[in-house]
């Protein structure tokens, strides 16, 4: 059994916990500084508020003001902040990270550097490691469709557990496994990783067609949705998602398996991600649909802009066409332009 | 602009015929022997009572009986029966199909003849027209995610055509494109009728999920659903499309595409399929699920039984290993053999 010190009490840093508690882990939960009412109330009566749940018993909460003892003899790091707060915990990790040390990211998101290249939010944290240290670190993280209440719920879910090295994966994947935790591996984490953080970016654009429903004064008298255009979309995304593995040269059967099909329909089944697709699919600019939706982390704008600076790049190298992944095109217009939703259907699937 | 005969007066069938109508084709709905009510109606005043809406103006209708008539001076014979009817709808078509027809069929099914091969439904069709003509006859199928309802209200459509010839399927997606209707095509027929049947299973093991979770007493206090499980078997099922494709060697990124992921999100949706998944997830027996839903036609009951004949098959020939496939196993042993919901998860995505 290890000592695991998971850093972020929201909603997915809080419900690994569970089954790591299951597992007879030491578990330690460390709020960051947006934390501190969460780990307020899991201190005094053991209830997180946001999971709605009690937290399992034996695992301690921490304020980040106690984040050196919550590491003391910790084997391995749960990252658990948005992708917004990557930097951050890099930075606050570095002091007390040493060799042998596992950091698993459940973090989704992608971010591209100067030069135009994607680079995978555990690459990130790498590089704000000490150097000396951040080579004797294991990296990894987890994809695959979880929606963090039903773990905590202890609810069937399948994931995937990436890391460069296959004895990392398997190690951390031995250590999280539960009878309802259920857990493959890969040495696939840049490809992981694309997955994860695109499928937010499609998952805007799969709520469009809820928007354009709404828009259209909704389902007809008859009894027509737009079920079919959501699935169209969907299908073009899971398509475009092969697309970009590719060109990325990483595993493209990820488009069709946990971490880009399955991910992206529990994305679509609910949330704020889909919510923010309605709002710009009904007509609204998306200035004012970003102001609806204040305070709310929207990873998917930040992919989409993510990609709007690595595409000239990538045609730049000939790994892309210019008429190449026309759905994401479209959503960069509609997010990084303000203009009006105008889906080119006609384009989808290379007809150009 | 062409003769286009509809054949099957049911959704789909009746659907097609409001792009057809709109480009300027002179469409013919005839009803089968179980459309009489549906014929009468739209004889009387051109309302369609199953897709509560008018025919488009101009289609005609026409009684079984008047069948010689409706497909005089045709081109085109759409195969609008379900997958329960394809024999009927050859032999029925066999005294009046001559060289150069084409008949598309918007059926999704799959058959296994006697050595265990599966066999697509155009296939059948061509089968049972007589010999010296069916070589003469051009054959296709529609793939991709569409409700008819929503076809017929003119919502965005994103489907494809195929046959065998590049010509066919082009020509007709010319003949049945509109600005709502959006059509792709390929001549890949059997991946791509291997798709329509595959997705009907899987649907309905996707609808175990929402089973389970009323088995299981529902949405927790907590807020906690199934949707991790739902989303889990989805990925399950389209690898599990994919590597089918893989065995049969045909278009293994229908499996990201409109013909896969797509077609099973719509059907995911919501409609007879996945709610018989339900009954069954919610540990009802087969048997008597069946009597719950009798009447109404359940396509992927007929498709894992096909399965079921074909996997011992494949499994002769080397092309397919005991240990692939696990899910649709599965669903065999539900369907089948009658056996309580127990799915092996752990066994998914060749964990073996």
């Known amino acids: 059994m290890a000592i695991v010190t998971i850093v972020g009490a929201g909603l997915m840093g809080s419900a690994v916990a569970y089954p790591l508690a299951d597992n007879g882990h030491s578990v330690r939960l460390v709020g960051t500084h947006l934390d501190g009412e969460i780990i307020q109330s899991c201190k005094e009566n053991g209830y997180h508020p946001r999971l709605k749940r009690d937290l399992p018993a034996g695992v301690r909460p921490f304020f980040i003001e106690e984040l050196t003892g919550a590491l003391e003899g910790a084997e391995i790091i749960v990252s658990g902040v948005n992708s917004l707060g990557v930097h951050w915990i890099g930075e606050t990790l570095a002091p007390h990270v040493h060799p042998g040390h596992t950091i698993i990211a459940i973090t989704k998101g992608l971010e591209v550097d100067a030069q135009g290249e994607l680079v995978i939010l555990p690459d990130v944290v790498r590089g704000l ?21 039903e773990l905590a719920g202890k609810r069937h879910s399948l994931v995937i557990f990436g890391s460069r090295e296959a004895e990392t994966a398997e190690k951390l994947a031995s250590s999280f496994r539960t009878p309802y935790y259920h857990v493959w591996t890969t040495t696939d984490l840049v490809g992981l990783e694309m997955c994860a953080a ?61 971490p880009g099909a399955g991910d992206l329909y529990v994305t679509c089944v609910g949330g704020r991600t889909i919510r923010f697709g309605t709002l710009l699919g009904k007509g609204i600019p998306f200035g004012e649909a970003r102001q609806i939706m204040a305070g709310e982390t929207l990873e998917s704008i930040e992919i989409i802009r993510v990609m709007a600076a690595a595409i000239p790049q990538l045609e730049r190298r000939g790994l892309l066409g210019k008429d190449e992944l026309p759905f994401m095109r479209a959503l960069i217009e509609i997010v990084v332009h303000g203009t009006p939703v105008d889906l080119p259907l006609e384009t989808f699937f290379g007809r150009g």
């Open 198 to 258: 695109l499928k937010n970016a499609y998952t805007l654009g799969v709520g469009l067609a809820t928007g354009l429903l709404e828009k259209s004064g909704g389902v007809d008298p008859s009894g027509a949705h737009m079920y079919n255009l959501s699935a169209g979309l969907f299908a073009t995304a899971t398509h475009e998602i092969e697309r970009m593995l590719a060109v990325a040269g990483v595993e493209r059967s990820f488009a069709y398996g946990l």
């Open 129 to 149: 490691l000490p150097a000396g240290v951040r080579e004797q670190v294991n990296y990894a993280a987890v994809g695959g469709p979880c929606i963090a209440g």
